[in-house]
């Protein structure tokens, strides 16, 4: 249990000072939104970059965990969504909740928590993770895109859908990364210095923010945020678990590593994406409040069995 507390305390620790921050106004209302942007344009593209160049194609490249995970979101995404639009014919809203019930925080939570849990070699299916979160993230820009725009043409659709995607700083940086080291060549020191220093403060920055985040008051209905809730930790990791274990008998590491990354709680990116397009966001702010406080829970118990096993 002492492995478990050791694993779980630092991740919810910062999470909770910002909580408390916030709550006590040490922090100001703007705190949540500007640390956010400061994680989203600089410190997690700058780790992400340094992980993918440091790393390379052949670490990353793990195609049974890609399926595994990637199908566990997808088939979340697809339920959660026609169930949705099923009793609401309301295409960008039924997009919103599948994200929220697919998209695991795996670049604020899911990279410490696996490198704690996992060790350094754990921090590889993170960012492979993290890759596939902004797969779903396209994905519903694409099908929130065509709702919005279905007056225009098609051309003009997709235009605007892959301005949207080259202009995320956290899908484009790891490719950057990725290409870089294709090169073989190595960073200017004072450059690869400033990355370094940007990326170690990714990971407390991005806790804290959530705790921050945390504070966003929800006039959502209570019923459908828990539904979309208990689909994002409980039956995504299940589908997860039993692709990557009983179909393709994964190694140890990566099946441990899957089950945590899908059980993660919400990012806050389905959040950004309604803010984006003036959505409503008070059932995606209710949904991240509910798994981060519930996953506590789940994560805990699976580390726990996991580390009795």
């Known amino acids: 249990m002492i492995y478990v507390f050791n694993v779980v305390l630092p991740v919810f620790a910062l999470i909770l000072i910002g909580y408390v921050c916030g709550r006590t106004g040490k922090l100001g209302e703007s705190?949540?939104?500007?640390?956010?942007?400061?994680?989203?344009?600089?410190?997690?593209?700058?780790?992400?970059?340094?992980?993918?160049?440091?790393?390379?194609?052949?670490?990353?490249?793990?195609?049974?965990?890609?399926?595994?995970?990637?199908?566990?979101?997808?088939?979340?995404?697809?339920?959660?969504?026609?169930?949705?639009?099923?009793?609401?014919?309301?295409?960008?809203?039924?997009?919103?909740?599948?994200?929220?019930?697919?998209?695991?925080?795996?670049?604020?939570m899911g990279i410490p928590l696996c490198a704690l849990a996992l060790g350094q070699d754990g921090i590889a299916p993170a960012i492979i993770s993290t890759f596939i979160v902004f797969v779903m993230f396209a994905l519903a820009t694409v099908l929130i895109e065509i709702d919005i725009l279905s007056h225009k043409k098609h051309h003009e659709i997709l235009l605007s859908v892959l301005k949207s995607l080259c202009a995320n700083p956290l899908l484009v940086t790891?490719?950057?990364?990725?290409?870089?080291?294709?090169?073989?060549?190595?960073?200017?020191?004072?450059?690869?210095?400033?990355?370094?220093?940007?990326?170690?403060?990714?990971?407390?920055?991005?806790?804290v923010s959530i705790g921050l985040f945390l504070l966003q008051k929800s006039k959502a209905s209570a019923s459908q945020a828990w539904s979309v809730s208990i689909a994002k930790l409980f039956i995504q990791p299940l589908i997860a678990w039993f692709i990557a274990g009983p179909i393709l008998n994964l190694p140890t590491l990566w099946l441990n590593a899957i089950v945590i990354l899908s059980a993660l709680p919400t990012g806050t990116g389905p959040f950004m994406l309604a803010q984006y397009y003036k959505a409503d966001g008070s059932l995606i702010s209710r949904v991240v409040l509910i798994t981060t406080v519930g996953s506590l829970l789940t994560l805990s118990l699976f580390l726990w069995w996991n580390a009795g096993v």
Do not use: H, M
Request: one cysteine or more; charged letters at 5%.
């Open 174 to 207: 790891p490719v950057a990364g990725l290409v870089w080291a294709s090169t073989g060549q190595s960073l200017y020191d004072p450059i690869a210095q400033v990355i370094t220093f940007l990326a170690a403060a990714a990971t407390p920055c991005a806790l």
């Open 31 to 108: 705190a949540s939104v500007e640390l956010n942007r400061f994680v989203v344009w600089l410190a997690l593209p700058a780790q992400l970059f340094n992980f993918a160049a440091n790393s390379g194609w052949q670490t990353l490249w793990q195609p049974g965990f890609i399926a595994a995970f990637f199908s566990s979101c997808f088939v979340v995404f697809l339920l959660v969504l026609g169930i949705s639009y099923f009793k609401k014919r309301d295409l960008a809203t039924a997009s919103f909740n599948g994200l929220s019930a697919s998209y695991s925080n795996t670049g604020y």
